[in-house]
């Protein structure tokens, strides 16, 4: 009886979590431009995302956009983040405790804070604001989290790990790419994957740093659309995709992870 | 003879943050030895061996390989090869890929590579293992690979920083043999860092005692353990009764309060001294004649082969004694020492003495702290004087505020009747203090001393 | 070693422009005129006007609203998730922590969008319905990885010295989680007090939060009145944190 009562619980809540979700995926099944009217099966949406998007290409365009900057904030905030964790895993007393509370603050910081501070610097710095501002912006709330990812590993780390390869006659560089990069790639990819998902996912920071050049990302493309009014048809099916990639990607991955730990059972 | 010299140390000294961790060392290795650093942890030996691996540099002195200096030289540019305490192996390669590693940095050809990882496994036994993953392997077999790598290298020496301490009592055993064989079977010097005296009493030819940064005695492990040069050595290897005496003259020595016939001479009359008697040196027996001195067992312990005892002597020292006979507690017996079982050590110091300046009449400050006590009228405030005080008089209190100087304990002594301390105040200065009271390493405890106990003299 | 210290370098020099000179860039702007003078006035002025101050008002109370919604409907979750019963649940909780990772505006507009399917007028309900929406699976997350890693032997413990269930859970297994609470809070309270966009969407236009007057005065190159009250924003997150971690001590 309890457990039938905290199992239909978690069956409410989880459907009402993907109640919105399940609603824009089913009429991204029909053509009609007005939601909740359905006016028959259809893939025309769909075409319409990859073939035309519907709205002067201006959608396919930001989607671009938004990969462009994850990508090269990513990329650019692994090193960064990398780079610092083996920096701070050396640090000690104050000097670590300042750095660990600085790389605190873009996490803890709101959004909208970290926009406006940031607009506010390339404002005084007199930097355009375009591609390059948001970027560096999205490497500013990414690289914190990839430190988060690479430290457990530095840690886990055998602490004479890099004195063994320089004793087996590796030189520095050698010793970092063929001895401690390779054991860092897990947590380095993890954070790779973190910050690639935390660029594609803000809006308030890339809506202030973008600047006034009419740059879109998907975030803002979707803002300006909802705010004349209505979501553009088209980003039904986009919604409905990203969502069955995100699903998918994380199921495989929690099989995975349920598959590994039996077998370390075994 | 210095054509048989690899390793030369010179002169080398190492402070970190204003403490010593090594101070002007010097010792010279022979090709082939099997030289052992044995101390307590933090006495310098760990660095010792970096420094001779090239991962840190020595503030002054060098180290000479073959009478090469080595300064500057990049750990990878060392002949030389180390296993770690833990032994790092790297988790992203196999058994094989690991003790290729080195080769393979050489561009050494595959064939040879091949040849000689194949050779390494068979040395360490791990034959049939190439492919397995490092995590796969027990401590032992990862203590195993990490040897088998550094030796493909075929280093003229090897560094092996405690390789055995995370190994189980058995494991460990067996390694040491293993060690010793491969010692034998490659000819190449071996220096090896432990805290064990014995894991070093099995495995050396010959054993650097080291505390404090400092090397306290140099010798083969039977030097070591039947001539102890200190109370320290005394105490850290082996088990040791370590009593105060007085040399009375040549061959004559007192303690436990008996006079006793020994072989040690040059200490002069009257000397204040330290003896040290092993536990298997004293003879224990129902009372005759022949005994020396007389007690009652408090104790008795088997300890597997022999029996562990401790007697209480008429004259009220507790001495530990071995034999393979057992005694119940409460049994008067009779001991005896032969001559030649009694090791007679200078002592280091026989009274605390201090620099100290006078405030006022009845004040001197010294060590940083303020203490009150009589000044004989030639001195003044203002002046430099010697403070003294004995080592029974330093008074210890487990609360800060109950004294004017707070130390840390280092190194207890039992002296059978009391314990001998070292106190380390924060000014990182040496007080001796005996005392009835157990301290352990470490305590932290508060110093106070009777305003009667400090004896004020002129400075010399 | 000495020289893996320096590889701190480049990223407290990043640190130092993208990160603490920004902020401090809050407060010079937001003391400052439009001339570029010291002044007070902008936080004067925000004092004096009725107007910002009920938005001021209205932000927290939704916002402290949504977070208290938030650990009413989520610790049940979290503890049914984390149970005994119910140890097939890691897919389960997945589920859970799933829309997490999609795009927040798209979630909050497919919401206002099925508000008005359903024929509900937008306003402050379907605000905090679709605030708690979007923020519920941050309160879920902290506390059901608590619970889960919690030793169980506590509970056991309590049990065996004749704690009811009842007393089980508030003698035990609440205090015991009150870091992860903390946590959710802090995860929930701090972005629904500073949003702007999904406060908009989801009562189309009609109530105005603190983050979307920060939004306009920035976009209207108010700058220092922005800036203004970024920086005021900044002292109520500051307090949560502070507030916060001396209740994560304190257990």
């Known amino acids: 009886m309890k457990k039938l009562l905290c199992k239909t619980y978690l069956a409410i809540l989880l459907l009402l979590l993907y109640a919105p979700i399940i609603f824009i995926g089913v009429f991204s099944f029909t053509e009609s431009k007005v939601l909740g009217n359905w006016t028959g099966f259809s893939t025309e949406l769909y075409e319409n995302l990859f073939f035309e998007a519907g709205s002067g290409n201006g959608l396919l365009r930001a989607i671009e956009n938004t990969f462009i900057i994850a990508l090269a904030a990513a990329f650019a905030s692994t090193i960064l983040g990398t780079v610092a964790a083996m920096g701070l895993k050396n640090l000690k007393g104050y000097k670590r405790r300042a750095m660990q509370f600085m790389n605190n603050i873009p996490m803890i910081n709101p959004d909208i804070i970290t926009g406006v501070s940031l607009f506010l610097l390339f404002l005084f710095l007199h930097v355009t604001q375009g591609y390059v501002s948001v970027i560096l912006a999205h490497i500013t709330f990414c690289t914190p989290y990839v430190v988060l990812s690479v430290m457990p590993q530095l840690i886990q780390m055998e602490p004479n790990t890099y004195e063994v390869a320089l004793d087996l006659g590796a030189r520095p560089s050698q010793a970092l790419w063929k001895v401690v990069i390779p054991q860092l790639k897990g947590g380095m990819i993890s954070g790779f994957i973190l910050a690639f998902t935390m660029s594609l996912d803000d809006f308030a920071v890339t809506f202030f740093t973008r600047g006034t050049i009419g740059l879109e990302t998907l975030s803002t493309y979707i803002y300006a659309d909802a705010r004349k009014g209505g979501l553009t048809p088209e980003l039904r099916p986009l919604m409905t995709l990203i969502f069955l990639v995100v699903l998918i990607l994380l199921l495989v991955r929690n099989i995975r992870i349920n598959r590994n730990t039996t077998k370390a059972k075994a | ?460 | ?251």
Request: glycine share 6%; aromatic share 10%.
């Open chain 3, 1 to 251: 070693m000495t020289k893996k210290a320096s590889w701190n370098l480049p990223y407290f020099i990043f640190l130092m422009i993208f990160v603490a000179l920004p902020l401090v860039l809050i407060l010079i702007y937001a003391l400052q005129d439009g001339q570029g003078h010291f002044t007070l006035s902008t936080i004067t002025r925000f004092f004096s006007d009725g107007d910002s101050l009920a938005t001021f008002a209205l932000s927290l109370e939704i916002a402290i609203e949504t977070t208290i919604l938030c650990i009413l409907i989520g610790y049940p979750a979290a503890w049914i998730l984390a149970g005994r019963s119910f140890n097939k649940s890691a897919v389960t909780a997945a589920l859970f922590i799933l829309p997490m990772w999609v795009n927040a505006l798209m979630r909050t507009l497919a919401t206002a969008e099925l508000f008005n399917m359903l024929g509900i007028g937008l306003g402050k309900g379907t605000l905090l319905c679709g605030m708690v929406y979007d923020y519920l699976p941050f309160m879920i997350y902290p506390i059901y990885v608590s619970l889960s890693k919690m030793d169980k032997s506590y509970a056991d413990v309590a049990e065996d010295l004749g704690a009811t269930p009842f007393q089980v859970f508030f003698k035990v297994t609440l205090p015991l989680s009150k870091p992860a609470i903390w946590s959710g809070i802090l995860m929930v309270f701090m972005p629904t007090v500073s949003t702007f966009a999904i406060s908009e969407f989801l009562t189309n236009n009609k109530i105005k939060l603190f983050g979307t007057i920060i939004q306009e005065n920035i976009n209207s190159s108010m700058w220092n009145y922005g800036a203004a009250l970024s920086l005021l924003m900044l002292v109520i997150i500051c307090l949560t944190k502070v507030l916060s971690e001396d209740e994560k001590v304190a257990v």
């Open chain 2, 1 to 460: 003879m210095a054509q048989d010299i690899i390793i030369d140390i010179r002169n080398v000294s190492k402070h970190f943050d204003g403490k010593v961790i090594l101070e002007d060392i010097n010792l010279q290795i022979r090709k082939g030895e099997f030289v052992t650093f044995l101390g307590p942890s933090g006495c310098g030996k760990t660095t010792l061996l970096k420094i001779i691996g090239g991962f840190k540099e020595p503030d002054q002195g060098s180290i000479y390989l073959n009478g090469k200096d080595l300064t500057g030289v990049p750990p990878y540019e060392r002949p030389l090869n180390t296993v770690f305490q833990r032994y790092a192996l790297f988790p992203h390669l196999d058994v094989y890929e690991n003790i290729a590693f080195g080769l393979k940095l050489k561009n050494v050809p595959d064939k040879e590579i091949d040849k000689r990882v194949r050779k390494m496994l068979k040395l360490v036994s791990l034959t049939d293992y190439e492919q397995r993953d490092v995590d796969s392997l027990s401590g032992g077999q990862q203590q195993r690979v990490a040897i088998a790598r550094a030796l493909a290298n075929s280093p003229q020496v090897l560094l092996l920083d405690e390789p055995l301490s995370a190994l189980d009592r058995k494991m460990r055993l067996d390694m040491q043999i293993e060690l010793k064989e491969m010692h034998d079977k490659l000819g190449i010097t071996f220096i090896y860092v432990t805290h064990d005296q014995e894991e070093a009493l099995t495995l050396s030819d010959r054993i650097i005692v080291i505390n404090e940064g400092r090397i306290q005695q140099t010798g083969t492990p039977a030097d070591i353990y039947n001539e102890p040069c200190n109370s320290f050595v005394a105490n850290f290897i082996g088990d040791s009764n370590i009593l105060n005496g007085t040399m009375i003259r040549d061959r004559k020595v007192n303690f436990i309060g008996h006079d006793f016939d020994c072989i040690d001479e040059g200490f002069g009359e009257n000397t204040p001294v330290d003896v040290v008697v092993r536990p298997e040196d004293i003879y224990i027996m129902n009372r005759n004649d022949s005994c020396q001195f007389n007690g009652v067992v408090r104790s008795c312990t088997f300890k597997g082969v022999h029996y562990e005892m401790f007697v209480d002597t008429e004259e009220g020292y507790e001495m530990q004694i071995q034999d393979y006979n057992a005694f119940e507690p409460g049994t008067e017996v009779g001991m005896l020492i032969k001559p030649q079982d009694i090791q007679v050590m200078k002592k280091d110091c026989v009274c605390n003495s201090f620099d100290a300046e006078v405030l006022d009449e009845n004040h001197v400050t010294f060590l940083g702290g303020r203490f009150e006590c009589k000044i004989p009228r030639e001195f003044k405030a203002g002046d430099t004087v010697c403070a003294s005080v004995a080592f029974d008089k330093v008074g210890l209190m487990d609360y800060a505020d109950e004294g004017e100087l707070v130390g840390r304990v280092r190194f207890p002594l039992y002296k059978g009747d009391h314990y001998h301390l070292e106190i380390v105040t924060a000014g990182e200065a040496l007080i001796y203090a005996d005392t009835q009271e157990v301290y352990d390493n470490r305590d932290l405890v508060a110093i106070s001393i009777a305003p009667k106990d400090i004896k004020i003299s002129a400075k010399k």
